[in-house]
């Protein structure tokens, strides 16, 4: 692990202990060899839980969005733990083809297919992570699902995160399944049982669960 990654780890690891993180299926994490992470969006603290998880096995770079790049210190903190930015709304050609490189040459890649936080709306997933699988057959896929990560920020409530690694059931790369499909299969697989959840306090989580109780009247009248 850099030296960046060891200390963000130091300071994740304490306040997932007090959030009660539980792990399973560790040892669907390889130890070593080119690794793709995939995994649900529901709060900022997916990817310290996901990180601290994952410490006993490897180091998982991560493909986050550019904005963190625009705070100085937080853009080189992101550089020097390895982490790939990608712009929302762009192909991210150049973002990929770096991941896909450091995928091939053996690290740990992580994704969020929807891109962004669900705030408690189902989205669809992106293709991007999907690119790399196909570009880098021999690449290990490992789905992670978390769950308890939006309770991190309501005190005095003290939250409970789970996460839980595993093989995808249908396997990897299917014949003929384009990156899109390829997502959608994993996603479906992650949200099982780990359904999309509003973060924030009570009134940030009041206004998300309104634009969501929105967002899924919409869609039934569409399915009509």
Not at 151 to 169: G, M, N, S
Not at 192 to 197: G, H, I, L, N, Q
Request: net charge positive.
């Amino acid at each position: 692990m850099t030296p960046a990654y060891r200390a963000v780890m130091i300071v994740g690891t304490p306040i997932m202990r007090w959030s009660r993180l539980t792990v399973s299926g560790l040892e669907a994490l390889p130890t070593s060899g080119p690794t793709l992470v995939v995994a649900n969006h529901d709060s900022y603290w997916d990817p310290i839980a996901i990180a601290v998880a994952a410490r006993p096995r490897r180091q998982i770079r991560a493909l986050a969005k550019s904005t963190l790049w625009k705070v100085g210190v937080i853009g080189r903190l992101m550089d020097s733990m390895g982490h790939i930015p990608i712009e929302r709304g762009s192909t991210n050609e150049a973002a990929v083809d770096t991941a896909r490189a450091a995928l091939a040459a053996g690290a740990c890649i992580g994704v969020f297919p929807e891109g962004t936080r669900s705030l408690g709306t189902p989205l669809r997933a992106r293709s991007g992570a999907g690119r790399l699988a196909i570009a880098v057959p021999d690449a290990t896929i490992v789905c992670a699902r978390v769950t308890g990560a939006t309770d991190v920020v309501r005190l005095p409530k003290r939250p409970t995160i789970a996460v839980e690694f595993f093989r995808p059931e249908g396997g990897g790369v299917h014949d003929g399944e384009d990156a899109s499909a390829l997502m959608h299969r994993l996603l479906h697989e992650i949200r099982r049982t780990a359904p999309c959840s509003i973060p924030g306090r009570r009134r940030t989580a009041a206004k998300f669960a309104l634009r969501a109780g929105a967002a899924a009247t919409t869609q039934e009248m569409d399915t009509r």
